[in-house]
């Protein structure tokens, strides 16, 4: 196979990667958040130690599994889960999944973009995502945009698999730029305190995934 065409799969693998779509490259892609980040979505959703009571948002929610998660820790509560994805597919994909969710209230799913969050100030209790800063067009808007709607001393989780993605550089698919995580984590530092980054293991497995906490601070400055 030329390296034209070679670099020519390769950019369609990450633009689906980015924001899945039809056709076979976005089946790819699909098969592979249904296989690959259901564990690391549950593993993000442990990590925010969700209250039933608590509001909750995540960030590019893909197939859903994440606001799955995190449904079962509010419905009992007055708590609810808001998620936003700019891909149509995967927002049709997610609503047939939560279908139940979303018709007892418990979540709430918006088709938009993070760079302009639809929720008000100080209104989130906890944010996470994974599979997800990478692709952020300009991370400084979206980063301010979720300081703006977090309440004060809420937490952010971003959740990642340092191991996997670099092998999504090495076929092409990322950019190491696009991933530099010590460059997300000084950004993070310019809106947010306490920002500090873990390794941990899967459940019942040597591999690692790596979680990074960030925090707005308890007091308006």
């Known amino acids: 196979m030329s390296s034209t065409i070679m670099s020519s799969y390769a950019r369609s693998i990450g633009d689906h990667l980015r924001k899945p779509g039809g056709g076979i490259y976005g089946w790819m892609v699909k098969r592979f958040f249904k296989k690959q980040s259901r564990p690391l979505e549950k593993a ?5 130690k969700i209250q ?47 279908k139940e969710e979303i018709s007892s209230n418990k979540v709430q799913l918006t088709l938009g973009d993070v760079s302009d969050l639809p929720y008000r100030d100080d209104s989130i209790d906890k944010v996470f995502h994974c599979n997800c800063y990478y692709f952020w067009d300009d991370r400084q808007k979206v980063l301010n945009n979720i300081h703006r709607i ?15 993605l670099q092998k999504m550089i090495g076929k092409g698919f990322l950019t190491e730029d696009q991933i530099d995580h010590e460059r997300y984590i000084n950004e993070l530092g310019n809106h947010f305190c306490d920002v500090d980054i873990s390794d941990f293991n899967f459940r019942n497995s040597e591999k690692k995934y790596q979680v990074i906490r960030a925090f ?3 007091i308006s400055i």
């Open 44 to 48: 993000t959703v442990m990590h925010c």
């Open 52 to 98: 039933p009571n608590e509001s909750v948002l995540e960030l590019g929610f893909g197939s859903g599994f994440g606001i799955q998660y995190a449904a079962q820790l509010v419905k009992n509560g007055s708590g609810k889960v808001y998620g936003i994805d700019f891909s149509p597919v995967m927002m049709t994909e997610a609503m047939e999944l939560l």
């Open 150 to 164: 977090l309440r004060p001393g809420g937490l952010m989780i971003t959740v990642l698999n340092r191991t996997f």
């Open 216 to 218: 707005k601070s308890k």
